[in-house]
């Protein structure tokens, strides 16, 4: 059976190859289509890409790695320039992979305590809530790749199992 960090170093992993994928399909995009409203939770899919921004590495990264609770707006815009956006985002993914592997074991036995975005104090299973992390970039994921077919593009498969089929075929 793997270990805990095993299982979230593969969900890192696979945050890094699915979000590297998505960019490359959301790359040619014209510029009015990125960011009109398609109806997505964030309206645009630049909007999304700036939520996942926020949450995964200016919230989630920030309460993992440091214990600390920025406050931010879920729909703020941290980067405007596309191309820095999409830089940001995968740099961002890389990190993740680092962080996991410096936890002591017993730490994803714990808890992660933050202050939630209405100033609330929190306390929620750590291993639940870093699953929360990657399932929610999941999420928001398939918000764009909606986005991307109802705009009349094609996408390659996100799903986890590719990942693990392209990483068995280079073993």
Known sequence: MPS???????????NVWATRRLLAAVGDLPEEAYRRDVGLFF????????????GEHHLWFVRFSEG?????????ELESD????????VEGAE???????????ERFDG???YITMRGQPANLPFCATLAHVFNHGTHHRGQVTAALTALGR??????????????SKRS
């Open 82 to 89: 596309r191309q820095k956006l999409e830089q940001r985002l």
């Open 68 to 76: 600390t609770s920025p406050r931010l707006s879920l729909d703020a």
């Open 43 to 54: 309206k645009s899919i630049h909007g999304t890409l700036n939520h996942l921004l926020v």
């Open 4 to 14: 805990w960090p095993q299982h979230f170093s593969t969900l890192a992993r696979y």
């Open 95 to 105: 990190r993740w992979q680092a962080l996991i592997q410096s936890w002591p074991l």
């Open 111 to 113: 808890e992660l305590s």
């Open 154 to 167: 094609t996408i390659t498969e996100l799903d986890l199992v590719y990942m693990l089929q392209e990483e």
